[in-house]
């Protein structure tokens, strides 16, 4: 409590979800410029990755890897960017668990699931940061041209995530409440090349499953050139309707994790 010249006391205003937001965002910056080795590393496996993947693929397959490369680098570039989602929030929490730090999210008057959530969006706006250099990077390398209207790939690109951070909530709550599963949620980022891959399969009930309909979406924006506006309602509303759907039943799963994790006291075992 302070006291201005009129002698009238101030009582300190409590901390806002504006504040919140700014205090994480703020954290990532920090964690981000103060371990650049780390962050540096993780642009350079995933270039890594598809150098092998491309210079591998066109000594194996030739002619068939060039046509469809434009595919295969909007698949790349959506593949990092779930990863990167899924384990801001399923990482985080595992993180968390292992440095007894739980139980501070949890007596925070914002509540778990709200801070674990503005956490996850930051690193989303890092990974697609991070992402992005990566997607210019493959462009150079492999001389190939998109489609790149920010405005339609960053909003077919966010909706389409947002639904992995959905599965990445329901694999936190899994986490506090076993504690050590990590080798088995990491099994489903590799399920992510199934999941983004599904277009291909032209299996129309796959749609309803994250980043399916998002990745055939953003193909379509990327590779052929489509505007946000000329997709039809329906499938905008589909993306929308995969994302939220998946977002709410993934917080529900953390809630009902985390009071059972309350009720059997082991929220901050280790």
Same mark, same amino acid.
């Given at each position: 409590m302070t006291t201005d010249e009129t002698g009238a006391a101030d009582v300190a205003r409590p901390a806002g979800y504006r504040q919140l937001i700014r205090a994480v965002l703020y954290r990532e910056y920090l964690v981000f410029v103060r371990?650049?080795?780390?962050?540096? =590393?993780?642009i350079v496996v995933a270039l890594f990755f598809f150098g092998v993947l491309f210079y591998g693929?066109?000594?194996?397959?030739?002619?068939?890897?060039?046509?469809?490369? /434009?595919?295969?680098?909007?698949?790349?570039?959506?593949?990092?960017?779930?990863?990167g989602a899924y384990s801001a929030i399923s990482?985080?929490?595992?993180? /968390?668990?292992?440095? #007894?730090?739980?139980?501070?999210?949890?007596?925070?008057? *914002? =509540? *778990?699931?709200?801070?674990?959530?503005?956490?996850?969006?930051?690193?989303?706006?890092r990974t697609f940061l991070t992402s992005a250099f990566v997607l210019a990077v493959m462009l150079v390398?492999?001389?190939?041209?998109?489609?790149?209207?920010?405005?339609?790939?960053?909003?077919?690109?966010?909706?389409?995530?947002?639904?992995?951070?959905?599965l990445g909530f329901a694999a936190g709550g899994i986490t506090v409440l076993y504690k050590r599963v990590g080798n088995w949620l990491?099994?489903?980022? *590799? #399920?992510?090349?199934?999941?983004i891959s599904a277009p291909a399969f032209d299996l129309r009930w796959t749609r309803l499953l994250p980043l399916a309909h998002g990745s055939a979406l953003l193909q379509r924006a990327m590779v052929d050139g489509t505007r946000l506006w000329e997709f039809s309602a329906p499938a905008l509303a589909l993306l929308v309707g995969?994302?939220?759907?998946y977002l709410a039943g993934g917080y529900l799963v953390f809630q009902v994790a985390t009071r059972r994790a309350r009720k059997l006291g082991v929220l901050g075992d280790y």
């Open positions: 371990y650049p080795a780390n962050a540096i =590393g993780g693929g066109r000594m194996i397959a030739g002619r068939a890897l060039t046509d469809s490369i /434009e595919g295969i680098i909007v698949g790349y570039f959506l593949w990092t960017l779930s990863v990482n985080d929490i595992g993180s /968390e668990v292992q440095w #007894g730090t739980l139980e501070r999210h949890v007596m925070t008057p *914002f =509540g *778990f699931a709200p801070v674990a959530l503005l956490k996850g969006v930051a690193k989303l706006v390398m492999t001389g190939t041209t998109l489609s790149l209207n920010v405005l339609t790939v960053v909003t077919v690109a966010t909706l389409t995530v947002v639904s992995v951070l959905g990491n099994l489903l980022q *590799f #399920g992510f090349i199934v999941l995969v994302a939220v759907g």
